[in-house]
């Protein structure tokens, strides 16, 4: 697991109820728990802080930092996709989006970075296809000062040939396959107790693996999958075993962070995107 990641990581998934604040020497001791060292996860925090999805913020007289608006609002989508319990409808229509051309290498792949991320795939050079249209669509490329035009169509030729052009289904419905080889021997072992520092780190590192399939994943319709697709199975895996891991991984978060000089109660009333 990568400093950063364990950073996104950590603020999405148990900051929500905390402002999305937390003192930097809390977040050393948790990433600290996941085998990470100091300086990577400073330097982590220092990345992510200045391309805007962090922000520094003193409380206090406690050093700390929390997620910009940017950031919450990056942070709630990818939640909401985490823990969605199965993929959302599909109303028979597909999106097509048209990119300029971009100026750059380095503007050309935040742009297929943030589309794959988006769930759409590229059938063109500058031409992507996705099953349903990302409300973050505009504003994503906007702040990667591309511009675009969109589409939708219920025409789509050999669908499924299209799809499998598109998106390797093959090499995703084999790390799916491996994510449940993993995760069901996990579920054996919950069947007694696990303490609170053992839980942090065993459920970071599976929401980190699950996370990644946000990247790979792009949520494509039953109607165009491959027969005995495994992913619903996958995600109903992940959801039974990171509830159970929930409640002590919790603790562990409290207790660091309160250690830390952290509030012991919530800025105020938030979802929590992990329930």
Known sequence: M???????????????????????????????????AAPATR????????????????????????ATPAGRDRLGEAWERIYRPTTAA??????????????DRAQRDKVVGTLGFLGYGRI???????????????????????????????????APAVVARTWDLTELAEDYRAFMADAAPLRERLAGSMTPEAAYPVRAELVHRWRKFLFVDPALPDEV???????????????EVADRLLPPARIFVSDALAAAGAPTEPDRPVKDPAR
Request: hydrophobic share 45%.
């Open 43 to 66: 330097t982590a925090v220092s990345r992510i802080t200045s391309q805007g999805w962090l922000e520094p913020l003193p409380r206090n007289n406690i050093r700390g930092y929390a």
């Open 225 to 239: 999958l491959p027969d005995g697709w495994p992913g619903q199975a996958a995600r109903d895996l992940f959801l």
């Open 90 to 103: 599909w109303d028979g229509r597909w999106q097509v989006v048209v990119t300029a051309r971009p100026q």
């Open 2 to 36: 990568h400093a950063r990641s364990a950073v996104f990581d950590l603020y999405g998934d148990h900051l929500a109820l905390r402002g999305y604040w937390a003192p930097i020497s809390g977040v050393i001791t948790l990433l600290g728990s996941c085998g990470i």
């Open 124 to 158: 063109a050079p500058q031409t992507w296809l996705a099953a349903r249209p990302a409300p973050e669509l505009a504003s994503s490329l906007e702040a990667l000062g591309i511009g675009f035009s969109a589409f939708t169509t219920g025409d789509l030729p050999d």
